[in-house]
């Protein structure tokens, strides 16, 4: 069974930073591409980053520049690095697998979206003053 597992998101100030991590097991994790997607309430699913297997990178244009996504194979797991966070984003972030496009922006829930396959359960990040 697939699985993954988010970390606990949290509130943090604006220009402040945060680590997700994401833990996945049930699939070969150092062949799969992975991603992170957002979904702030009242807003479509937004694209915030992939990643390939073989590490190729892309980001959504809101975040270019201040957030960086990585992953450590031998440990399965998925990271998104974000700084200077700004409260436009605060949403849910979810990990996902078996990512059908790098790019594509989902225009509907996260989870409805069949733009990957698996999807976390989410976590909730804040930023505010």
């Known amino acids: 069974e697939v699985e993954l597992m988010e970390s606990r998101g949290g509130s943090v100030q604006p220009g402040g930073s945060l680590r997700l991590s994401c833990l996945g097991s049930g699939f070969p994790f150092g062949v799969s591409n992975m991603g992170w997607y957002r979904q702030a309430p009242g807003s479509s699913c937004e694209m915030v980053s992939t990643?390939?297997?073989?590490?190729?990178?892309f980001y959504g244009d809101s975040v270019k520049g201040r957030f960086t996504v990585s992953r450590d194979n031998s440990e399965s797991t998925l990271y998104l690095d974000m700084n200077n966070l700004k409260p436009e984003d605060s949403a849910v972030y979810y990990c996902a697998t078996d990512i059908k496009s790098w790019t594509y922006q989902p225009r509907s829930d996260c989870l409805k979206s069949a733009v990957a396959a698996y999807w976390g359960q989410g976590t909730q990040v804040t930023v505010s003053s």
């Open positions: 990643i390939g297997y073989d590490g190729r990178t």
